[in-house]
């Protein structure tokens, strides 16, 4: 496949919607192998083959290192990542917030994020 990524494997969280889904589909148009990821199914499937979805949430440890095994077992390790997946919480003002919201925007934004840099970063240095 010809393209400015062509064969780069790319791992994308939140991809089912939105800047996700979008950076999912101009990846694949590059050329790029696309691992698109999101805790919910797409409302409409994928249509480039380059593109294949899984279901995984970025706030956990089992789903960061099943998907990252995935793609070492089929393409020697993640080229890229953009971690996308994020969460707006629930908007309310600071005397109404409750914690179980509170603890989900740090879970998905930041602790997501943590997660998904630690988790590529070794093999991403051995494949330079
Ligand atoms: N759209 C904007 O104007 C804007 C501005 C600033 C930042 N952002 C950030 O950019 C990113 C994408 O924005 P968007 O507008 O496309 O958002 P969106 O809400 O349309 O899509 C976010 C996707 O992340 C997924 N997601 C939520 N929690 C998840 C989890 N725990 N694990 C895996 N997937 C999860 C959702 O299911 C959804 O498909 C988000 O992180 C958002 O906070 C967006």
Do not use: C, Y
């Not at 999101?38 to 380059?50: G, K, S, T």
């Not at 629930?90 to 925007?105: F, I, K, T």
């Amino acid at each position: 496949m010809a393209g400015q990524l062509a064969g780069k494997a790319v791992l994308i969280t939140g991809a089912a919607r939105g800047i996700g889904r979008a950076a999912a589909e101009l990846f694949a148009s590059e050329g790029a192998i696309v691992f698109a990821t999101d805790v919910n199914q797409p409302a409409e499937p994928f249509l480039d083959p380059n593109i294949r979805f899984s279901v995984m949430d970025v706030a956990s440890e089992a789903d960061w290192r099943d998907i990252v095994q995935t793609i070492k077992d089929r393409h020697g390790g993640v080229d890229v990542l953009v971690n996308n997946a994020g969460i707006g919480g629930s908007q309310l003002a600071l005397a109404d917030e409750n914690l179980g919201d509170w603890n989900r925007v740090l879970d998905t934004n930041l602790t997501g994020v943590f997660l998904g840099m630690r988790e590529v970063l070794p093999g991403m240095r051995t494949n330079k």
